[in-house]
Antibody, heavy 122, light 108 residues
Framework: QLQLQESGPGLVKPSETLSLTCTVS??????????WGWIRQPPGKGLEWIGS???????YYNPSLKSRVTISVDTSKNQFSLKLSSVTAADTAVYYC??????????????WGQGTMVTVSS | SSELTQDPAVSVALGQTVRITCQGD??????ASWYQQKPGQAPVLVIY???NRPSGIPDRFSGSSSGNTASLTITGAQAEDEADYYC???????????FGGGTKLTVL
């Protein structure tokens, strides 16, 4: 059974870089039918897609965050990572990683990590 | 602002049928997927594609689409269905993903 687990600091100072890693277990990150994504949810608000990556390294980013986001993949460790630079209090949120099923007709974030709360504060 | 629009809140009497809708131009070209989120928990996929349910999702959940509107229908709503529901699809360019603003479902 495939599982995803986010890890990283729960507290980041303003203007610094938020760094999170998602470890995939019970399956390979190199599966051809899947992308891997990051989604966040500020307290009391809705879900916001941050970006997605294919195991080959192809990336897609939310235009509103694109200038500050980098998503990378390490197939040898079965992990993918998120870096968000120049953070402010508005970046305080629960950050989720997820597997994205992609076919010619279907897109779905079918497996999610439990999420990790990241607070931006000095 | 989200390219997928949902009603902020919907209510349904226990055992009745409720439809939650999601509107957006991209839905003319792409199917929506639907997620259930309960307080303090990660979202769970409940419907994807034309009308597919992941293993373990009750058959009272179904999906449909017409024009620029996708719908999630719960037939015979149960107390445990009270949750936030989010739709998701590609954006109009087809290169990016977007979530709707979410609908809070209350089961009365």
């Amino acid at each position: 059974q495939l599982q995803l687990q986010e890890s990283g600091p729960g507290l980041v100072k303003p203007s610094e870089t938020l760094s999170l890693t998602c470890t995939v277990s019970g399956g390979s990150i190199s599966s051809s039918s899947y992308y891997w994504g990051w989604i966040r949810q500020p307290p009391g608000k809705g879900l916001e897609w941050i970006g997605s990556i294919y195991y080959s390294g192809s990336t897609y980013y939310n235009p509103s965050l694109k200038s500050r986001v980098t998503i990378s993949v390490d197939t040898s460790k079965n992990q993918f990572s998120l870096k968000l630079s120049s953070v402010t209090a508005a970046d305080t949120a629960v950050y989720y990683c997820a597997r994205v099923l992609v076919t010619t007709t279907i897109d779905a974030f079918d497996i999610w990590g439990q999420g990790t709360m990241v607070t931006v504060s000095s | 602002s989200s390219e997928l629009t949902q009603d902020p809140a919907v209510s349904v009497a226990l055992g009745q049928t409720v439809r939650i809708t999601c509107q957006g131009d991209s839905l003319r070209s792409y199917y929506a997927s639907w997620y259930q989120q309960k307080p303090g928990q990660a979202p769970v996929l409940v419907i994807y594609g034309k009308n597919n349910r992941p293993s373990g999702i009750p058959d009272r959940f179904s999906g449909s689409s017409s024009g620029n509107t996708a719908s999630l229908t719960i037939t015979g709503a149960q107390a445990e269905d009270e949750a936030d529901y989010y739709c998701n699809s590609r954006d109009s360019s087809g290169n990016l993903w977007v979530f709707g603003g979410g609908t809070k479902l209350t089961v009365l």
